[in-house]
């Protein structure tokens, strides 16, 4: 979990967000307006509900945009550790309009299939099976495309987003086996396509909840990052030992609090030549960590060294 976006800035980070959530916003508008005239023109209520997600996808990364900015502000005199968290405030409103959108497609393809007339659906023409590859292929391409973004600069909020295009792409496959289904005869098929789609969607709103949650609530680094903390910590050989490592996630960053041991005969000036060294190895060393603070414990080595050789000579 090395940190890949240490030589970024906090101004381009932001633009980099803003950049990529307006190519979204383009994509979708057209995206729209294509599948919505291929679903009324091609006779496929799929099609024309597969538009509406596409459309609501430009909601969501509006609700990016504004989140990413603001968790970005400098820090003032009420908020002096800035205003990460509100990136997570937005990937919680994602999550929920993700899940609502999943809703409404299991919902809708339940009504359909609970009605029993499935038979008097009309048939749709190629026009919204052309609609539903391009649209997979288009909005698989912005999910990579966003992820890889939201991956260099550390943001939930686009990671979110990028899962809001991957829904949309499920969508669209479901629309596929649907208009599929339905030309080969069993338009059935396009409801539960859109009951299983659900499920996938509301599995996605709820893994961006729960991550935005633990972020909200301050809790530590994953295990794998922490070891390799405190094996950066104690890679100086002038540290005696680790007392105590506590880490938090806030936001999109991470609060790192360590206390070490060191020779309490050295200088006040060695003393924070080490602290320091260690303050720059977590920042530089480790992704999305905001700040590190370092405590310094002093230790009596002569004090030690005595009791290693008398426990030595018990031994022998």
Same mark, same amino acid.
């Given at each position: 979990? /090395?940190?890949?976006?240490?030589?970024?800035t906090?101004?381009q980070?932001?633009?980099i967000?803003?950049r990529?959530s307006v190519?979204?916003?383009?994509a979708?508008?057209?995206?729209s307006?294509?599948?919505f005239a291929?679903?009324?023109l091609?006779?496929s209520?799929a099609?024309?509900?597969?538009?509406?997600h596409?459309?609501?996808d430009?909601f969501? /990364?509006?609700?990016?945009?504004?989140?990413?900015?603001?968790?970005h502000?400098?820090s003032?005199?009420e908020?002096?550790?800035?205003h990460e968290?509100?990136?997570?405030?937005?990937a919680?409103?994602?999550?929920?309009?993700?899940a609502?959108t999943?809703?409404?497609?299991?919902?809708?393809?339940?009504?359909r299939?609970?009605?029993?007339d499935?038979?008097?659906?009309a048939?749709?023409t190629?026009?919204p099976?052309?609609?539903?590859?391009?649209?997979i292929a288009?909005k698989e391409a912005m999910?990579?495309?966003t992820?890889?973004?939201?991956k260099?600069i550390?943001s939930?909020a686009?990671l979110?987003d990028?899962?809001?295009?991957?829904?949309?792409?499920?969508?669209s496959?479901g629309?596929?086996i649907?208009?599929i289904?339905?030309?080969?005869?069993?338009?059935?098929l396009?409801?539960?396509a859109?009951v299983?789609? $659900?499920l996938?969607?509301?599995?996605?709103?709820?893994?961006?909840?729960i991550s935005?949650?633990?972020?909200?609530?301050?809790?530590s $680094?994953?295990?794998e /990052?922490?070891?390799?903390?405190?094996?950066?910590?104690l890679s100086d050989?002038?540290?005696?030992?680790?007392d105590d490592?506590?880490t938090?996630?806030?936001?999109?960053? $991470?609060y790192?609090?360590?206390?070490i041991s060191?020779d309490g005969s050295?200088?006040l000036?060695e003393a924070?030549e080490?602290?320091?060294?260690?303050?720059?190895?977590?920042e530089?060393?480790?992704?999305n960590?905001?700040?590190?603070?370092?405590?310094?414990?002093?230790?009596?080595?002569?004090s030690?060294s005595?009791?290693?050789e008398?426990a030595?000579?018990?031994?022998?």
């Amino acid at each position: 979990m /090395t940190n890949s976006n240490q030589s970024l800035t906090e101004e381009q980070e932001v633009a980099i967000a803003m950049r990529v959530s307006v190519v979204s916003i383009i994509a979708n508008i057209a995206l729209s307006v294509f599948k919505f005239a291929a679903g009324i023109l091609g006779k496929s209520a799929a099609m024309v509900s597969d538009a509406v997600h596409s459309a609501s996808d430009v909601f969501s /990364t509006i609700v990016v945009m504004i989140g990413v900015k603001i968790s970005h502000k400098e820090s003032d005199e009420e908020h002096p550790y800035g205003h990460e968290r509100l990136e997570s405030v937005a990937a919680m409103l994602l999550a929920a309009v993700l899940a609502a959108t999943g809703i409404g497609i299991g919902w809708s393809g339940l009504k359909r299939i609970s009605a029993g007339d499935i038979e008097s659906i009309a048939i749709p023409t190629m026009l919204p099976l052309i609609a539903a590859v391009v649209s997979i292929a288009v909005k698989e391409a912005m999910y990579w495309y966003t992820r890889a973004a939201a991956k260099k600069i550390g943001s939930e909020a686009l990671l979110a987003d990028a899962w809001h295009h991957r829904s949309d792409s499920l969508s669209s496959v479901g629309s596929l086996i649907g208009i599929i289904g339905a030309r080969m005869g069993y338009p059935v098929l396009d409801s539960v396509a859109s009951v299983i789609i $659900c499920l996938f969607i509301l599995k996605a709103a709820f893994d961006i909840l729960i991550s935005a949650l633990d972020k909200m609530v301050d809790k530590s $680094c994953d295990p794998e /990052t922490v070891e390799k903390m405190k094996r950066t910590v104690l890679s100086d050989d002038r540290i005696i030992a680790l007392d105590d490592i506590k880490t938090r996630l806030f936001g999109s960053g $991470c609060y790192v609090d360590l206390e070490i041991s060191a020779d309490g005969s050295m200088t006040l000036f060695e003393a924070h030549e080490i602290a320091e060294n260690v303050h720059d190895k977590i920042e530089r060393g480790f992704r999305n960590v905001k700040h590190c603070m370092v405590h310094v414990n002093p230790v009596d080595v002569d004090s030690i060294s005595g009791k290693n050789e008398a426990a030595e000579n018990n031994d022998e």
